[in-house]
């Protein structure tokens, strides 16, 4: 059974940054997509962006580019989004997700982490 763990977020100020984590056990990591998700309070979920199982191909959602980078470390079956320039609006719960050999971009994940709070605030 996968198991998604989040690590990582928190509160800074604007224009901090936070690097948000993302393991994922109980299958080869290496055959996941990972992607990225954000809600904040009373929105809608937001499509951060995804990396491909396949080559690392990275597919951000709108707006998302350039303060935000997603990368992978199969050596370490770990995802990771670089949160940087954060504005107030990038407060959310983001979750990180998971789908086998599935194409990167929006859609349905099949396995969610738990999620972490980001909170940007002065």
């Known amino acids: 059974q996968v198991h998604l763990v989040q690590s990582g977020g928190g509160s800074v100020q604007p224009g901090g940054s936070l690097r948000l984590s993302c393991v994922l056990s109980?299958?080869?990591?290496?055959?996941?997509?990972v992607g990225w998700f954000r809600q904040a309070p009373g929105k809608e979920r937001e499509f951060v962006g995804a990396?491909?199982?396949?080559?690392?191909?990275?597919f951000y959602g709108n707006n998302m580019r350039p303060r935000f980078a997603i990368s992978r470390d199969n050596a370490e079956n770990t995802a990771y989004l670089q949160l940087n320039d954060l504005k107030f609006e990038d407060t959310a719960v983001y979750y990180c997700?998971?789908?086998?050999?599935?194409?990167?971009?929006?859609?349905?994940?099949?396995?969610w982490g738990q999620g972490t709070q980001v909170t940007v605030s002065s």
């Open positions: 990396i491909s199982w396949y080559q690392d191909r990275v």
């Open positions: 997700t998971a789908d086998l050999k599935k194409l990167p971009g929006p859609g349905t994940y099949a396995n």
């Open positions: 109980g299958s080869e990591f290496s055959n996941y997509t």
